[in-house]
């Protein structure tokens, strides 16, 4: 059986269940690279410049982890999926990027998609990508119906159930995941999924946040309609995708009456400091929400992510005993 390997980074946490449903409908097996380790992240590091940004490092050593594990990679280069939305330019460019700097990488499936060409153009890029795999258009056809609807449910679970993405993949696997307990405190995380739900680079945050008695809520968990109504308040139309993750779902949070918002970005992330600036500007005009931004790189140490984590805490406590008092 073919095998074909996604790498456990960033579009991965969006997509998996679509391009999972997808490759295995046209009969192939998929290899997901195992879950961030130091090691990846070196190998990553060993191969792009230094002012890559870290997500895209990451990637790379997921990528150099799938080598010798199958016989195709899939890298999709994701222009844009909404009308005249564009995605950050390290997503346009990252078949190519990906073949230039791992040589040794087995064939990459990539697949062009953007939906500002038209669905003739989308028609004919999932054939191409199918085509590796058949050579029936209608079996490619079927499998993309398949990939869409994988999709829809995937998203529908995430908000449905409040569960992150990692979580929904292992429902959909079949594992058990603890309900939550909607009257706990809750803190919300803002920022891109390969940021929020890569354990290593990000050093543990959610479990942390969990650990400390908070219901952890992000972005994916919050419907379309919330983002875009979030996004229109504090910006109008919106020109990048991964606006409705910092920007929808910071607008959205900050006024949603949970204990704080922790906005997550990635060191000399162009896109990001732009945008978490503005939700940074947004909480402090409301002053209702605390709110951190945490900034992560490579050389990010655990111990500092933690006490920055222990002082946002402390502060949100000292605020609610403050607020008790004057109500007395
Ligand atoms: S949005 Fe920022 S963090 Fe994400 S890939 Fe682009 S530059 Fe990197």
Redesign the pocket.
Known sequence: MVKVGIPRA?LYYQYYPMWKTFFEELGAEVVVSPTTTQATLSAGLSRVVAD?????KVFCGHVLALVDKCDYIFVPALRSVKSRIY?????LGLPDMTRAVIPECPPILDIDIDINKGKRRLYQEIYRLGRHLSRSPLKVRKAALAAWQAHLEYKELMVNESLTPPQAIARISGAEIPSHNPSQPAIALIG?P??LYDELINHRLIYRLEQAGYRVLTPEMLTAEQTETAINRLTGQPY?T?EEEVVGSGGHYLESGVEGAIGV??F?????SLMMDMVQRQAIKLKTTPFMSLTLEEHTGEAGVVTRLEAFLDMIQRRKRREAELCV
């Open positions: 960033l890559t940004c870290l997500p895209v995605n950050c330019s390290k997503f891109h390969y940021l990048w991964y970005i990635a000399g992330c162009g896109p990001d």
